[in-house]
């Protein structure tokens, strides 16, 4: 009986303490993180797991293939990372970053400290589908 119940407090704590763990890998910042990560390195694969492309680009699409076109938009800034001078990486130390989470809604911004940069502030939207945040909408505010 007392092994049973040493047991059953260890599964307890486990549990607790893996659902603590996922909750802190699962949030709209990490999400926004992933996608500007996959999306840097051109691994569109892991970068559809983070963004509904119809969702961010039916507005300004001038074509059918919604996919394509942000293919060819991510490319360019890839190909200017590989020079010495300049680089593809997030500068994420230049901003300041909020998280704001309202039930199944997120929104995450960053904000330029440098208030002559040209882009001021970048904001994310997110939705929580199936127990993962995806990017929904981007705003750029210059």
């Not at 001078?85 to 989470?101: G, L």
């Not at 997120?106 to 904001?123: D, G, L, M, T, Y």
């Amino acid at each position: 009986m007392k092994n049973l119940m040493i047991l059953l407090i260890a599964i307890f704590f486990i549990n607790c303490n893996n659902k603590q763990n996922n909750e802190m890998t699962n949030t709209p910042l990490i999400t926004v993180i992933k996608l500007k990560s996959a999306e840097a390195i051109l691994d569109f694969e892991e970068a559809k797991k983070y963004i509904d492309l119809q969702k961010v680009f039916e507005e300004n699409s001038e074509s059918r293939n919604i996919e394509k076109e942000w293919k060819e938009m991510l490319t360019p800034f890839y190909n200017i990372g590989n020079d010495k001078k300049f680089t593809n990486q997030f500068k994420y130390f230049n901003y300041n970053i909020n998280e704001n989470v309202e039930g199944d809604k997120a929104k995450v911004s960053f904000e330029a400290h440098n208030k002559e940069a040209q882009v001021k502030k970048i904001i994310y939207f997110l939705d929580k589908l199936n127990d993962m945040w995806i990017v929904i909408d981007i705003h750029y505010e210059n």
